[in-house]
Structures are given as structure tokens and as C-alpha cells.
């Protein structure tokens, strides 16, 4: 186990927030050094380096116009895919 944060309340918040983690996380948490990281907000900080990337975007109406009927592909199944998408924009239902 890694000593994480050396102020007890950040170190609360460390320990609380590593219990949160999926399979990657807890993999990623494992494999850092091991060393004190100085603050919870030190730890975010590292955390959202390694992650933020990796989160699903929010889809906007702007990004339907991006779907395009692939070559080959039948037109129902173009409008099938097309309708799954309208229905991951909040805004489009």
C-alpha cells in the first residue's frame, strides 16, 4: 500500500477515492512509486493525467453530422447505426 498525502484529511480523501477505482485504476494506483504524494489535489492531479483521456466525451448535435454511411454498408443498417447515436445526444431526443 502506498502512503498517499501527508495530511491526514488529504490522506482520508486518498484513501477513500482509491476505493473507487475500477480494475485500471486500482492497476495504475499499484504501480505508481513508491513514495508520499504530497496532497489530494497532487493526487487528482495524477490521476486525471492518466485518465482524462481514456473518459467517454459528451456527444453534441455537431457530431452527428459526422456519421456517414460507410461504403458497402446497407442503408438500414446506416440508419440504425445514425439513430443509436441521436439517442447518446441529450439534446437531439
Not at 495530511?7 to 485504476?25: L, N, P, R, W
Not at 459528451?58 to 453530422?65: A, G, I
Amino acid at each position: 500500500m502506498h502512503l498517499c498525502c501527508t495530511d491526514t484529511t488529504d490522506g482520508i480523501k486518498c484513501q477513500v477515492f482509491v476505493t473507487t477505482f475500477a480494475q485500471d485504476g486500482q492497476q495504475w494506483f499499484n504501480q505508481l512509486p513508491s513514495t508520499v504524494i504530497g496532497s489530494f489535489q497532487e493526487f487528482c492531479s495524477l490521476f486525471l493525467h492518466q485518465f482524462a483521456s481514456s473518459r467517454k466525451h459528451r456527444k453534441t448535435e455537431l457530431s452527428l453530422f459526422s456519421i456517414r454511411q460507410k461504403e458497402g454498408e446497407p442503408l438500414k443498417e446506416y440508419l440504425k447505426r445514425f439513430n443509436i447515436a441521436v439517442l447518446e445526444v441529450p439534446s437531439a431526443t
